[in-house]
């Protein structure tokens, strides 16, 4: 299979903190791949390298055969790399049809018209309604996304991201703080987006219940390293990932 | 959970009531003139109090729904006035051309300034627009010859409008100059209201409410807020043209730092979620100015007391009560 994302040789210095040490990775199309890691591993800082947050001090990045190493984030998300964010970034008082409104429209080129003729006007309401559709917020499509629940702007987050027609979706812990209930809803939600609609995805998640539920392959980072890569029954068995997350002594 | 169809009906009331409320709105204005007299107002009262809400309108177009806070918006009001004042003073008695005129001088000056400080954000933003008004203020100030100085500018009328058939005679008429005020009130706002419809606006608004988010959906934040910028501009330039002719005078204190605090307090007066807020929000303002200042000089005070009272318990503006109702 052809690889979607490929990390050459990648890493990321601060001062004298190496953050990333030299990280090489392949994510094929239609690939669910989770990346953890322990508290200071580098995953946040590896994920801001993918998305264009960040330049690597050395190493390369392609996207779909594309060297995009130093695109900026936004260019990113413009060739089909849509992430979603730790903390969630939603616009509060606007409606969820709203929000995925504007993604749909920018996507579309619309970001400067004063105004769209009646077709295409229909044309991105149909798609919002079906991105909102597919996320599960048919019903509250009206409310203000700051006052719904947890899990619902992140669904919202999502649709917006999957209405910049991406290729590749990057999700930062996007279970994060969030209790039983939304947890297993947002994990639905990104089973689905992967294994109906074939979505290559990038997940970086804390809760490993939702890790080796859904993903494909796992690449575990520790100290700034790729200490291991695999499927989940691997992941599981490998002695260094049990150092790792239980130290030496186990 | 409700059935779709359940929302596309709520949806369409909400549709209807909006239409009912605007269909009210312009009843009010286009009956003023005959009901003002009935609470001891008069027509000339309700002209200010539109050019005064199409400026606090102009400016919460910024405001409100930009989310970027200008505290020199009279620059562009006061240019407005003098372009108007000017053009009719040195050049031809033609009330359009003096709209024109004033529409241009502040609204040009609105995209060289907004070119330059479309970067800045927050407090500094406002400090730039304050510094940019003060240039203005003291150029009217200084230039006696043709600004007429700390006297403003006078010798002017604004003129009757001729169609061909029939004269418009604002000049005389104080009943025909408030609907040609409510015309042009009509076509600015209407410009206005039909751009924060379009996905240009709604990108405003994604720029209000987070502008991290905006950027990284690949919105052009700094363009879009230098456009926004020009928009009020020409706009409230529009709004200074007016006030030029209520007055027939062009005053410096049009271009001051005062003024354009007074439109900020308008807009917050009346609610700056909502379109219509700082229109009410000038009512207010002026019908207070009116009633006091013939009654003590001390009338400031006064408004600043109804801007704390109304800041205290309506917190998001008069209007702004009923903005998201959607959210129940």
Avoid at chain 1, 134 to 159: F, M, N, P, T, Y
Avoid at chain 1, 200 to 222: G, K, P, Q
Avoid at chain 2, 244 to 264: E, Q, T
Wanted: aromatic content about 12%; charged content about 15%; some cysteine.
């Amino acid at each position: 299979m052809s690889a979607m994302l490929e990390v050459r040789n990648v890493s990321k210095h601060f001062g004298n903190l190496v953050a990333v040490k030299d990280v090489s990775l392949r994510v094929a199309k239609g690939e669910l791949r989770a990346i953890i890691g322990p508290n200071g591993a580098g995953k946040t800082t590896f994920f801001n390298l993918i998305t264009g947050f960040f330049a690597p001090s050395s190493g390369e990045i392609f996207f779909d055969g594309r060297n995009v190493t130093r695109l900026t984030a936004p260019q990113r998300v413009k060739i089909g790399m849509a992430r979603t964010f730790q903390i969630t970034e939603v616009f509060p008082e606007l409606s969820v049809n709203e929000n995925v409104r504007i993604a749909a429209e920018v996507t579309a080129g619309y970001a400067l018209s004063p105004w769209l003729s009646a077709e295409r006007g229909r044309s991105i309401e149909q798609t919002v309604a079906g991105l909102v559709e597919r996320v599960g917020l048919a019903d509250k499509s009206q409310r203000a996304v700051g006052e719904l629940a947890h899990g619902d702007q992140r669904a919202a987050e999502i649709a917006m991201a999957l209405a910049l027609r991406p290729r590749l979706l990057l999700l930062d812990e996007p279970t994060a703080g969030m209790g039983e209930q939304e947890t297993y809803q947002i994990a639905g939600l990104i089973r689905k987006l992967h294994r109906d609609e074939s979505y290559t995805i990038i997940l970086v998640e804390h809760d490993m219940r939702v890790v080796f539920h859904l993903a494909d392959r796992i690449s575990v980072l520790d100290q700034g390293m790729l200490l291991a890569d695999g499927t989940p029954d691997e992941i599981a068995a490998d002695r260094a990932v049990q150092e790792a997350y239980l130290g030496k002594a186990a | 959970m409700r059935p779709g169809g359940d929302t596309t009906a709520a949806l369409r009331g909400a549709a209807e009531r909006r239409w009912a409320v605007l269909a009210g709105i312009w009843v009010v204005l286009i009956a003023a003139p005959f009901w003002l007299p009935l609470v001891h107002g008069y027509t000339s009262l309700g002209s200010r109090i539109l050019v005064l809400g199409l400026a606090a309108m102009s400016v919460n177009f910024l405001i409100g729904f930009t989310g970027v806070v200008s505290f020199g918006h009279a620059a562009y009001f006061g240019l407005g006035v003098y372009g108007a004042g000017m053009m009719l003073r040195y050049v031809t008695a033609s009330t359009p051309l003096a709209l024109v005129a004033g529409i241009l001088l502040g609204g040009g000056a609105g995209v060289v300034v907004g070119a330059m400080i479309c970067r800045s954000r927050g407090i500094y933003f406002a400090m730039i627009t304050i510094a940019f008004e003060q240039i203005f203020y003291y150029i009217a100030y200084k230039w006696d010859s043709v600004t007429g100085g700390y006297d403003g500018l006078r010798g002017f009328q604004r003129a009757p409008i001729h169609f061909g058939l029939f004269t418009l005679d604002i000049k005389h008429s104080d009943l025909a100059f408030y609907y040609f005020v409510l015309v042009v009130f009509a076509i600015v706002a209407g410009v206005m209201g039909f751009l924060l419809r379009s996905p240009f606006g709604r990108t405003l608004l994604a720029i209000r409410e987070n502008e991290r988010r905006a950027r990284f959906l690949g919105i052009a934040v700094d363009l879009h807020i230098w456009l926004s910028f020009s928009i009020s501009a020409f706009c409230i330039g529009a709004a200074g043209a007016l006030y030029a002719m209520v007055n027939n005078f062009s005053d410096p204190s049009s271009l001051y730092f005062d003024l354009s605090g007074d439109l900020v307090i308008m807009a917050v007066m009346g609610g700056i979620r909502s379109f219509w807020g700082p229109l009410l929000g000038a009512a207010i303002f002026e019908v207070l100015q009116d009633y006091i200042s013939s009654r003590t000089v001390n009338w400031l005070f006064f408004i600043g007391l109804v801007f704390v009272i109304v800041v205290m318990f309506f917190p998001r503006g008069l209007l702004g009560m009923f903005q998201r109702r959607r959210a129940a």
